[in-house]
């Protein structure tokens, strides 16, 4: 049962995640819009033509998913106001799917290293690497605020043991 708690709550966090820090939310709806808009213009420029696969709006919804998610298998419209607003869907539709995954992906997997935490680290480790170009002046700063730090950690630590 621990397990199964613990999975949960991996879960939850990782969705969590995914929606308040990374593009994913965004970009869905964006899409999602996009789609009933790409949509709605194919069927209106394609609903008088004679001959069209296109008759219906739901008809228009299919096909807006298969053209912009390249499995092409959709029905190619026959008039040319429609041909032109299925391109631009295509290109807009397939850019906004695939690149909602890559950043979606990337963003989740760079979180950590853009954490505070991370980066003061990362800029403490620079700066050490840079003693041999320090003034005196500048050791002198650098070691009263390592200080203070020290300082800081010893009054933490103080708290927590009390605690």
Not at 31 to 41: H, R
Not at 92 to 97: D, E, I, T, Y
């Amino acid at each position: 049962m621990a397990k199964k708690k613990k999975r949960d709550t991996r879960l939850k966090r990782f969705v969590k995640d995914i929606f308040l820090h990374t593009p994913f939310f965004k970009m869905v709806c964006a899409t999602t819009l996009l789609w009933i808009l790409f949509s709605g213009g194919v069927y209106v420029a394609e609903r008088e033509m004679a001959g069209s696969p296109i008759t219906t709006y739901g008809d228009a919804l299919y096909w807006g998913i298969a053209a912009f998610s390249t499995a092409g298998i959709a029905h190619v419209p026959h008039s040319g106001l429609a041909k032109a607003i299925g391109g631009i869907w295509i290109v807009l539709g397939s850019v906004l799917f695939f690149g909602t995954i890559v950043s979606t992906i990337t963003t989740y997997f760079m979180r950590p290293m853009q954490r505070p935490a991370k980066r003061i680290i990362d800029t403490i480790e620079y700066n050490l690497e840079q003693l041999d170009n320090l003034t005196l002046e500048e050791l002198d700063l650098l070691r009263e605020t390592v200080d203070t730090l020290i300082q800081h950690v010893e009054k933490l630590k103080g708290k927590s043991a009390d605690d």
